[in-house]
């Protein structure tokens, strides 16, 4: 039953998301149709992963976008402060790094980590993006949002950021990460704008800086960078790492040798992951060039495929490196609460009870035209 109403959620996807006009389903997870796997895919002929307490993790090749090995890759989870790799690459472009701001209370109040930003302090918005890559701060986050325009004016940006990558496992609700109802990502999505992140000059600068000078009322004060293996691990350039209690602990990070790169992504991991992470960076490498990959990180839409009418769910597909896949939106379940648990046949039953009223409500709409736009902050 589970999988017969899976394409119907397409359906009304298409529907919201083209005006009301149905296209054709999506049959295929974004990046191959290995990645549609809950558990793990991996590549014949060599070595396994390192086993892994990360409920979620994609392993992939920077340079090429092979997808190395993956387990349920496009998973929807709580990202933490990991969705502030796509603040920051949303917001890069948009903000002049040497503009100077002073924050609101209401950005120096922020719940969780903060960098300890005051309303009485002149920042440089380059100090704001360190804070957030480096420190992880909440602060900074909404601060960077308010300069923007706002908190629903960003939000919108970075969903419309997500989709022109192709993440659409990604639904942005704040700046930060902080739990939101609504809010989730994947493995596969972090490793996708980490990819596009490493392309940005600025973004790899933020995210590899190990130590720093930051304002303060009185001079300065020195901030460090929360990703530990950027001291630990030979040729790390950076990226992120996050926390909740809700999300359990996520990161994705990237590192170079001999001349390659190889991204890591992890999602829902219990506790202490850095050693985890090296051994499946080391894997990574180990493996790049002598293994047949179980799929890719897709590129980014053309322009002119977000300017038009049709969105995510009627993109063209691209080729998966098979050759014979299509590689389209996936056509997933609802993964909303699997931050919280894994899924079991009990809970599948009730996300098919849910669809099903889904359906009914959708082909009212689609019987009498309706036609409806999506809402400022995405899917």
């Not at 100077?100 to 930003?117: F, M």
């Not at 989709?163 to 989730?184: I, W």
């Not at 992890?266 to 850095?274: S, T």
Request: proline content about 6%; hydrophobic content about 40%.
């Amino acid at each position: 039953m589970w999988t017969k109403l899976v394409p119907v959620t397409a359906l009304i996807a298409s529907v919201a998301l083209t005006g009301g006009t149905a296209h054709a389903e999506p049959t295929t997870p974004v990046g191959g149709e290995a990645l549609g796997s809950r558990g793990l895919v991996a590549p014949a002929g060599v070595k396994k992963p390192p086993k892994s307490k990360a409920t979620s993790y994609v392993i992939a090749d920077a340079d090429t976008g092979q997808v190395l090995a993956a387990k349920d890759a496009h998973g929807h989870y709580l990202p933490a402060s990991t969705l502030k790799t796509l603040t920051a690459l949303t917001l890069i472009p948009k903000l002049d790094k040497n503009r100077k701001i002073k924050p609101s209370r209401n950005a120096c109040n922020q719940e969780g980590s903060a960098v300890g930003l005051s309303p009485k302090v002149s920042y440089k918005i380059e100090d704001l993006f360190r804070a957030l890559m480096m420190s992880s701060g909440n602060d900074a986050a909404m601060a960077l949002a308010e300069t923007n325009g706002g908190v629903a004016k960003t939000m919108a940006d970075m969903n419309a950021e997500a989709k022109r990558l192709q993440a659409f496992d990604t639904v942005a609700k704040t700046p930060s990460g902080l739990d939101e109802k609504g809010q989730r990502s994947s493995a596969y999505d972090l490793a996708l704008i980490a990819r596009a992140g490493l392309a940005n000059p600025d973004f790899r600068r933020y995210i590899s800086t190990k130590t720093a000078k930051f304002p303060a009322p009185k001079g300065h004060y020195e901030i460090s960078n929360h990703n530990k293996l950027l001291w630990r691990y030979d040729g790390m350039i950076g990226i992120k790492n996050g926390w909740t209690s809700k999300a359990r602990a996520s990161f994705v990070g990237a590192a170079t040798r001999g001349g390659h790169t190889i991204v890591v992504s992890i999602m829902r991991h219990e506790g202490f992951f850095w050693d985890e992470v090296s051994k499946l960076l080391d894997w990574g490498f180990s493996v790049r060039g002598k293994a047949a990959p179980v799929g890719r990180l897709v590129d980014p839409l053309p322009a002119t495929a977000l300017a038009g009418p049709h969105t995510a769910a009627t993109a063209t597909p691209t080729t998966a490196p098979s050759g014979g896949a299509s590689v389209t939106p996936a056509a997933q379940p609802p993964l909303l609460d699997t931050a919280a648990s894994k899924q079991t046949d009990s809970t599948k039953m009730v996300g098919s009870i849910v669809i099903g009223g889904g359906l009914l409500f959708g082909l009212i709409w689609l019987g009498f035209g309706i036609r409806r736009r999506r809402g400022r902050s995405g899917l």
